[in-house]
Structures are given as structure tokens and as C-alpha cells.
């Protein structure tokens, strides 16, 4: 009987293990997959709510695609529960269906903040399609939208917003924006920007209560002046849906605890995506990276060991990258590593900031601001990266890039770091393109 | 597959690469927008065009969340504009930093070799830049390191005195 290789997750990461399935196996095994939703990519749906894109632009795999990768799919259906010792999942309208080896990739969902109204009618979270289509309803020009976080998923929408012509007030409960992605420097930089884009922000804001008053929210807080909004969007952070897991033996700290092959402690399942508690390529401690790239590479791992290949993973690397109004902010690595070696320059009069993060001479981590169309201060960021993934010892070029933190380039270049990229694969051999398999 | 060698040594640092680079890519002569990068060493007494090898890996292309980088028929990793959103991640996962976002189209660019008629090669008046059957390469290294030895301990040298 041909091996079943069962999915449970449409997200990036599943997709990523189907393609990569079928790449290697081509069509001689059994792919299921069970998705709650059609799947679709959640990193462009900002530029459906911006109407920069139509709805159809962020399906990842249509029907018809999925038919072609020989895909057995569940749409629309949960998985409910995991009986590890007889490889059996069940899922919520009662199917069984038994599988070989598994892959649990069932994401995150949004965690709004714990305050009365939270709930209520016009409080939206923007995670999901479907979530995503209930705002794009709800915003008008000249409405007054709150988003409520101002983290990475907050920063994703606020070109969208401007760009329907909204007014924009984003509310922090910490002293800083961005506070997981930006140190306090640079988020000095970034609300001077925004407040001159007529984006207004208030940090350390403690919500207390959301009240309906006549159509529009009264949003109260512990202190300051209350705010009337139109559209209030939750943006407060993210858990991991691995509740459905409970007794199914799959051990879950963080995440769902995976060696470098992303194999759980039960051998024949795997974990990958926001779910998975996997090495950190940095600092080899397990971390949960509940980003796109980490989702799409533990994604294509899984689906080439899934297929019989046996491709050690080295580890994710945090990256974020998000434009506001044409200032580019960008993070990686040990950014906030406070035992790290750090050196940053700020040029206000530029918006241009960064900070370089060291454990001697290698680059660990980096951080930097500055105008999308100012071509000196951002196009080096995946120069940046290449140092960090790499590891790349710099030996004098590094007291060279702490008094040039601009410099990247010709140390990148010297530091012969191409050399030591170029024989880099995530799988041991050349990438296939997309729509190329099968 | 042909692609882009490039012999630093050769180099002069005219800048017709790059002259040529953005007037095939965008119309218009503009460095800035060029996907071929002239980097000076030795205070400017070399030069060295740097671009994309069209590596193996492809890092732009799998990180891409909307399937809109490929493979060209001549091999080279190419956005697709009517796909590509400009969310930029391809901009960070590319640990050559050799793709980038242009903020009138908001799209990413990339070398895509010209789809087999490289402007950048045809441009250099030293053939600097060749293409050429070949298998990527680091070009640049033993030149930019040779090059930059002397500078670095001048630097550093002068920052100490301080």
C-alpha cells in the first residue's frame, strides 16, 4: 500500500510540505490534507485590505492545484483529536483517517486583549480571511480606526488603512512601539515619522473597557482621555492552536518540542510553523519563530524527510521587515540580545538608524531604520542576513563596521561570505520553482 | 547554465554596468535602480560590480509568499510583476542582498540576466563582466580582500591614535 503522508494545516508551512512532498516522490504516495480554511497566504492579506490585490491573489493552491499535486484535501475541517499509538486523527465532522506520518502545522490565532467589549460588535482581529473581509467592510475614508497592539501584525495593516483614507490612532500597552521587533531607540525614530504622517500613538495605554455608543466604540483607559473609534482592530498578539493535542502524547512546551529533522517525540510526527518549538540558528537553543520564512522552511524539511529524504535542519533565523509609510523598519537574529555586543548610530536628520549585534567577530543579530527610497540605508539588509546566517568571522573588518555601521558591503564582499553561502541549501540540492513540481 | 562572471581585476569603475543595468531594467538611467552594484575598495582605487550568482538555493524565491519569483528559461530567478505584492520579505530572506524593492513600481528587482543578453556585460569596455558558461562562483573575494587589507589597518591604526 503507498505511504499516507497526512497534513494538518493549509498554512504556509503545510503547503510547503506538500509541494516539497511531491517534488521528491512525484506521485507515488498518499498526501491528506486537512485545512480549516481555503488555503491562502496570511503575509499579503494587508494588500487585500489596502485593495492594492483582489481577493483571489492570496490563494496559495486552488482546487484545480491541488488535484493536480494529487492531494486528498479536508477544507473547511478541523482536526480534533491525535491517537499517536494507533495513528489514527480525527477531525470534527467525525472522519478517521490513518496516516503513515503526520505533520502538524495548525498555526496560530489572534489573542485579543483581556478587557470588556473585546468581543463586542465592531472590534475586529485581523488574522484570518475571513477576519480580514469584516474589516475591509467596516472601514470608510474619514473613519477613525484604533488598532489596538502596535506590533509587527498592527504595522502590516497601517499602509492599508492610510491608504483608504481612515484617520489612524494605534494604542501600545508598553512604553514602546514595536517592542518585540525595534529597541526604544528606534521606535523613537519611527512614532516621530508616523506622528509627521498624522498617524497618532499612544504607549502605555491601559485599555479598560470598550463600550458600544451609538454605533461607534468608546474605548476608557486607566489613564488619559477615552477615544471614539469606528473600527477598532485587536492586535495584541498570537497563541498557538494546540489544544486539540491534549492527550495525544505529542509533548508540547512552548511549542511542540522538535529535533533538527522537526520530528516531535513521537517519531512518525512532525511539527512545523508557529506550532513548532524548533533550533534557533543563532543561538541553538529551541524557539518558537512564528514567522512566514521559519513556516515555509520547516515546511519543505518536514515534506523532504516525509518523502524519504534525511535533511538535517540547522535552525531558523528571526527576521521581520515592514515598510510604514515608506520608512523601512527591519530586524534579525539576536537583535535584543542584551549579553551581545552592540553598536548603533542613529541619523535622525535621515530616519536612518541601525544597530549591530556581535559575539566577537561574527555578526549575531541587526537592526535597522531608514527611508524606503534612501537607497543607502536599507538595501543592505540581506547582506545583513547573509552575515548572520553564515556565521562568517570578520576578523578585522568588525572594528572596521563599528565605526562604519554603513559599511556592510565591502565587508560582506572581503569577508568572502558569497563563498561560504553559495554551496547552501535548505534541502541539499537546487530549489525547484514554484509550479514547477509535477 | 550561461551566467554573469565577473574579473574585478579588469574593473576600472565606470559605472556603464550599472548606467546600462537600469536603463534595460526601468527605462532610465538611474545607478540607484541598477541590479548590478559597483562597491569601491582601497578608497576608491578599485572597483568590483557585484549582483546576483542566481544561486541554487534561491532564497528569494522559496521565501516569496505568493509564488511570484521563478525560473526563467535562461536560468536566472525573475519576479513576476502581476504577482509580486512588494511585502519585501524576499529583500531580508536573500542572504546575498542582491534583490531589491523599487518604490515607484512597489515591486522587487532582481538581475534576470537580461533574459540571455546581459546589458551589463555588453556595456563594460574592459570585459569586466563576461557571460559565460560557468558555475557560480564567489568573483570577489581574493580581490576585495587583497584590497582591503592595507585600508583596514590604516583604519584601524588611525582609530587607535584617537
Not at chain 1, 531608514?370 to 556565521?391: E, F, P, Y
Not at chain 2, 535562461?74 to 536573500?94: F, H, P, S
Not at chain 2, 576585495?144 to 592595507?150: E, F, N, Q, V, Y
Amino acid at each position: 500500500m503507498a505511504t499516507r503522508h497526512v497534513i494538518v494545516g493549509g498554512g504556509t508551512a503545510g503547503l510547503n510540505a506538500v509541494q516539497t512532498i511531491r517534488e521528491h516522490e512525484r506521485g507515488e504516495s498518499e498526501i491528506v490534507l486537512v485545512s480549516a480554511e481555503r488555503p491562502y497566504s496570511r503575509m499579503v492579506l494587508p494588500y487585500y485590505l489596502g485593495r492594492s490585490i483582489a481577493e483571489s491573489h492570496v490563494f496559495t493552491a486552488t482546487p484545480a492545484r491541488l488535484a493536480q499535486l494529487q492531494v486528498q484535501a479536508h477544507i473547511g475541517r478541523r482536526a480534533t483529536s491525535l491517537d499517536t499509538a494507533a495513528n489514527r486523527l480525527t477531525l470534527d465532522d467525525g472522519t478517521v483517517i490513518e496516516y503513515d506520518d503526520l505533520l502538524i502545522a495548525t498555526g496560530s490565532s489572534p489573542v485579543r486583549a483581556p478587557v470588556p467589549g473585546a468581543d463586542g460588535p465592531g472590534v475586529h482581529s485581523f488574522w484570518t480571511l475571513e477576519q480580514a473581509r469584516g474589516v475591509v467592510a467596516q472601514i470608510r475614508e474619514g473613519g477613525h480606526v484604533v488598532l489596538v497592539g502596535a506590533g509587527f501584525i498592527a504595522f502590516t495593516i497601517l499602509n492599508a488603512i492610510r491608504a483608504l483614507r481612515a484617520r489612524l490612532t494605534i494604542l501600545e500597552i508598553a512604553p514602546q512601539i514595536l517592542p518585540r521587533m525595534i529597541d526604544g531607540t528606534g521606535a523613537g525614530i519611527v512614532e516621530g515619522w508616523l506622528r509627521r504622517h498624522e498617524v497618532a500613538i499612544r504607549t502605555g495605554a491601559a485599555l479598560t473597557t470598550i463600550e458600544e455608543e451609538h454605533g461607534r466604540r468608546r474605548l476608557r483607559f486607566r489613564e488619559g482621555e477615552d477615544l471614539l473609534a469606528d473600527v477598532v482592530i485587536m492586535a495584541t498578539g498570537i497563541r498557538t492552536n494546540l489544544e486539540w493535542l491534549n492527550g495525544s502524547g505529542v509533548h508540547v512546551r512552548r511549542g511542540i518540542l522538535v529535533d533538527d529533522h522537526l520530528r516531535s517525540n513521537v517519531p512518525n510526527v512532525y511539527a512545523a510553523g508557529d506550532v513548532a518549538e524548533g533550533r534557533d540558528l543563532v543561538t541553538g537553543e529551541t524557539a518558537v519563530h512564528a514567522i512566514e520564512p521559519t513556516a515555509m522552511e520547516h515546511g519543505r524539511v518536514v515534506g523532504a524527510n516525509m518523502a524519504g529524504r534525511n535533511v538535517g535542519y540547522r535552525g531558523s533565523l528571526l527576521m521581520n521587515i515592514v515598510e510604514v509609510c515608506h520608512l523601512d523598519i527591519a530586524s534579525l537574529g539576536a537583535w535584543d540580545d542584551p549579553t551581545a555586543e552592540a553598536f548603533a548610530l542613529a541619523r535622525p536628520d535621515r530616519w536612518a538608524y541601525r544597530k549591530l549585534l556581535w559575539r566577537g567577530d561574527r555578526l549575531v543579530g541587526a537592526m535597522i531604520l531608514g527611508m524606503a527610497n534612501d537607497i543607502w540605508t536599507t538595501n543592505d539588509v540581506g547582506m545583513l542576513k547573509g552575515l548572520v546566517q553564515t556565521g562568517n568571522g570578520l576578523g578585522a573588518w568588525k572594528g572596521h563596521l563599528c565605526r562604519n555601521l554603513f559599511g556592510i558591503k565591502q565587508a560582506f564582499i572581503a569577508s568572502g561570505t558569497t563563498a561560504r553561502l553559495l554551496p547552501e541549501t535548505l534541502l541539499g540540492q537546487p530549489s525547484v520553482a514554484p509550479g514547477q513540481v509535477l | 547554465m550561461k551566467l554573469l562572471r565577473i574579473i574585478p581585476e579588469r574593473c576600472t569603475g565606470c559605472m556603464r554596468c550599472e548606467l546600462a543595468c537600469s536603463y534595460v531594467q526601468t527605462g532610465a538611467f538611474q545607478p540607484a535602480r541598477s541590479v548590478i552594484r559597483v562597491s569601491p575598495f582601497e578608497t576608491h582605487t578599485s572597483f568590483a560590480p557585484y549582483t546576483c550568482t542566481q544561486c541554487a538555493e534561491g532564497w528569494c524565491m522559496t521565501a516569496c509568499p505568493v509564488d511570484a519569483i521563478t525560473i526563467s528559461p535562461v536560468g536566472a530567478k525573475v519576479v513576476l510583476d502581476d504577482q509580486c505584492v512588494g511585502c519585501k520579505l524576499c529583500t531580508i530572506a536573500c542572504p546575498y542582498g542582491t534583490i531589491f524593492y523599487n518604490p515607484q513600481t512597489q515591486k522587487a528587482f532582481k538581475c534576470n540576466l537580461c533574459d540571455g543578453d546581459p546589458a551589463c556585460a555588453k556595456a563594460c569596455p574592459t570585459f569586466a563582466i563576461e557571460y559565460v558558461e560557468a558555475e557560480p562562483a564567489d568573483w570577489l573575494e581574493a580581490f576585495a580582500a587583497g584590497r582591503s587589507s592595507r585600508h583596514l589597518e590604516a583604519a584601524s591604526a588611525g582609530a587607535e591614535a584617537r
